[in-house]
């Protein structure tokens, strides 16, 4: 993990910082990225390399800074590694920063949560300019299609057929940054001395919201109605409104402040990372006056179910629904993937320019088309009658 420019890493010192920006403000922005991309990806097409970061410099005289991570480590990894780049950038700066604001897109949010837990553990005080925390489209409560390649592998190794059990194997090599999107995992007791590959089983850490931050949240949808059932199934392609605002009936409930939440309809996840509209809202929180006041104690916490889920409703009949609610969307997504695994067969490209295996990859895939085509069948069938 580095701050890069101009496409090129560069270490942190006053020199440097003087060097790369010609202006410096006491307002630090610093955007992260997502999954499996890189600094360039806030970049507007068709222009001198703006973005929001840019734009925020030039409407509100912050620096910009960009991060560049490697995604398939370990999000607490990446954690602590931004705590401390931004500690290190804290204390070289050239002058007193006032302001930090850190905007995130999609597996950078985690990142930026699993930073803001590790910084007092490293006696890092960076967290204590931060005032903004822009996340968007960040899967807090994990990531459905990661869900779904827990289970998919999960079948194939337990089908008594070898075949089936390698095209698991191998399906298995998800990195394990993107095992740690199941759920959203931000610290390292949530994966340490645990299989990553256990079928569905949640270990996360009940991690706090900083006290004394402004959090924003933007989400974006598949289609331009945002209320279609396809958006509400399957959110921007990548993540749930649901987890992109935290919002869960269990103990991991992100009691966030709901009217900093603005959804995008017709922006798809990549998209929410170089729009105009979003900037604009950007824009518009930006310029508001932070409602919270810094303080020492800590404050009061409404309890998830009291703000989202009056004690009056949380009966029998909601539980029920719940749970329909929850078989739905698992087989949702799991249609969703398996149809996609059909039409790109990625895995099998691979297999098939692989000596030896490659001999009998294609009866690999024709077992797996076929698994496949029952589970779509019966998976469609469930799905009416629920």
């Known amino acids: ?59 509100f005289d912050y620096t910009p800074f960009y991060i560049r991570y490697n995604t398939g480590l370990h999000i607490s990894e990446n954690g602590k590694q931004f705590s401390q780049l931004i500690e290190n950038l804290v204390q070289n700066y050239p002058v007193e920063i006032d302001e930090i604001v850190i905007i995130a897109h999609s597996m950078g949010g ?18 204590e300019k931060i005032s903004k925390l822009f996340f968007i489209g960040t899967p807090h409560l994990g990531a459905p299609l990661e869900k779904f390649g827990n289970a998919l592998t999960h079948l194939l190794k337990t089908i008594p057929v070898s075949y089936t059990k390698i095209a698991g194997d191998v399906i298995n090599l998800r990195s394990a940054g993107i095992k740690d999107l199941r759920y959203g ?97 950007i824009k518009v929180w930006i310029a508001q006056k932070s409602s919270i006041k810094k303080s020492s104690h800590t404050k009061t916490i409404i309890p998830y179910n009291e703000i989202y889920f009056p004690k009056e409703n949380m009966h029998s009949k909601n539980k029920l629904n719940s749970v329909l609610d929850l078989t739905r969307t698992g087989l949702i997504g799991s249609i969703y993937k398996l149809e996609t695994i059909q039409k790109s067969n990625l895995t099998y490209k691979i297999l098939n320019q692989i000596p030896i295996i490659n001999v009998f990859s294609k009866e690999i895939e024709n077992i797996h088309n076929s698994i496949s085509k029952t589970v779509l069948k019966s998976s469609k069938t469930v799905l009416k009658k629920i």
């Open 110 to 127: 985690l990142v930026t949560r699993s930073a803001c837990y590790y910084a007092p553990l490293q006696n890092a005080h960076w967290t």
């Open 185 to 281: 995992y931000l610290t390292d007791e949530d994966w340490k001395e645990q299989h990553p590959d256990e079928l569905l089983k949640n270990n996360k850490k009940v991690i706090p919201l900083l006290d004394d931050v402004d959090y924003y949240l933007i989400t974006g949808t598949l289609t331009a109605d945002s209320d279609h059932l396809i958006s509400e199934w399957f959110g921007d392609a990548l993540v749930r409104k649901k987890s992109a605002i935290g919002k869960s009936r269990t103990k991991h409930h992100l009691p966030f402040d709901l009217n900093n939440h603005k959804e995008f309809a017709g922006l798809a996840h990549l998209k929410l990372v170089d729009s105009m509209d979003v900037y604009e809202q």
């Open 1 to 59: 993990m580095q701050f890069y420019a101009n496409e090129k890493p560069f270490t942190i010192s006053k020199e440097n910082i003087e060097t790369v920006h010609k202006k410096i403000s006491s307002k630090v922005c610093i955007l992260i990225h997502g999954l499996t991309n890189d600094e360039t990806i806030w970049n507007f097409a068709n222009t001198d390399k703006q973005n929001y970061g840019t734009y925020l410099q030039n409407d």
